[in-house]
């Protein structure tokens, strides 16, 4: 059964997303065309910086993400408390950066002609403001500037018209520490699985390349999302782990694929065994549109179809 996006994505039960976005017919309109010879690789470079702009923008992390040749992986965390603390003022600033701001909200932003609104233009950036905060919190209004924006850039480049992406993305709820960890290990391994990196230094446009180009794993540096500049006071379990140990269990994940052996994975407080990295290697295959332990999965199933059955329907 399918279930409605808005359904589907449920904050208070998790704020945790892996969400994929998948080209047309999978071509690989981010990579090198078979048929034509041209070259679409810097393509990927394109999502790559839109989607760490986006995640400044947006109360939303980036705590892994691939970008394929032909398909986008991402796993999203939704700061409601950075949504809620942040000032009208920063709400603006961050909003103009991906879209234009109207008029109201421009002079708003204008310390010179702030203080001249007039009460109904007050009323209206008030009403803007609430809107663009909601906004800066949905996943749906993340992943359309991220799509839109890289569809119109590789339509114009390739002057033409029609789908660049092959509809709205697919999202899958973490509901576990562990599905969250096997979920990014799935991201952060994807370029190995698909034969196009041989480790994780060459795993181009991926969140493990990233963070090891940035990061000092031998200090044991923690594993934080990208490009936040604001500090926020809600904190998760992932703000405990650090890169060095997340490197490693990714080390020792492609070793057991290779060898078929058997060993089990410490990180921090979670024991992950053979079954979990079965699921990090399987994921998209391994669950449905939520992912975890079985007792979540249907806590969750049941959830999302009785906010779909209407009461009419219970009669």
């Known amino acids: 059964m399918t279930y409605p996006r808005n359904k589907i ?8 997303y ?3 976005s998948r080209c047309v017919r999978r071509s690989y309109l981010c990579g090198k065309d078979r048929f034509t010879g041209r070259n679409y690789e810097h393509r990927r470079a394109w999502v790559e910086n839109r989607l760490l702009l986006l995640a400044e923008v947006f109360s939303i992390d980036v705590y ?10 991402l796993v999203l965390y939704v ?5 809620v603390t942040a000032s009208d003022l920063q709400i603006l600033q961050r909003w103009g950066r991906v879209r234009k701001l109207d008029e109201a909200c421009m002079k708003f932003l204008d310390p010179n002609v702030c203080n001249e609104l007039t009460e109904f233009e ?15 919190a949905s996943i749906s209004w993340f992943m359309s500037l ?5 569809a119109r850039k590789a339509n114009k480049e390739d002057d033409c018209t029609g789908r660049f992406w092959e509809g709205r993305f697919k999202s899958q709820a973490l509901l576990t520490e562990k599905a969250v960890l096997a979920c990014m290990s799935y991201v952060d391994l994807n370029p190995i699985r698909a034969g196009i990196a041989r ?3 060459g795993s181009k446009y991926t969140s493990i390349r990233r963070r090891l180009k940035s990061a000092d794993v031998a200090k044991g540096d923690k594993l934080t999302p990208f490009n936040r500049k604001r500090v926020s006071l809600e904190k998760t379990f992932l703000c405990t782990l650090r890169l060095s140990d997340y490197v490693k269990q990714l080390v020792v994940i492609v070793k057991q694929n290779n060898s078929q052996s058997s060993q089990i994975i410490k990180m921090g407080s979670l024991r992950l065994n053979q079954t979990w990295v079965v699921h990090s290697t399987h994921f998209e295959k391994s ?3 939520a992912a975890g332990s079985q007792t979540k999965i249907d806590e969750y199933r049941k959830l999302v179809r009785n906010s779909i059955i209407s009461p009419k329907l219970l009669n």
């Open 9 to 16: 994505i449920n904050l208070q039960q998790t704020q945790y």
């Open 18 to 20: 892996h969400c994929v």
């Open 64 to 73: 892994a993400y691939a970008v394929m040749h032909n398909h986008t992986h």
């Open 79 to 83: 700061d409601q408390t950075d949504n």
């Open 122 to 136: 007050l009323r209206y950036v008030a009403n803007r403001i609430r809107i663009i905060r909601s906004r800066l």
């Open 146 to 150: 991220l799509n839109q924006y890289i």
């Open 199 to 201: 480790d994780l230094q």
């Open 287 to 289: 669950f449905g549109y």
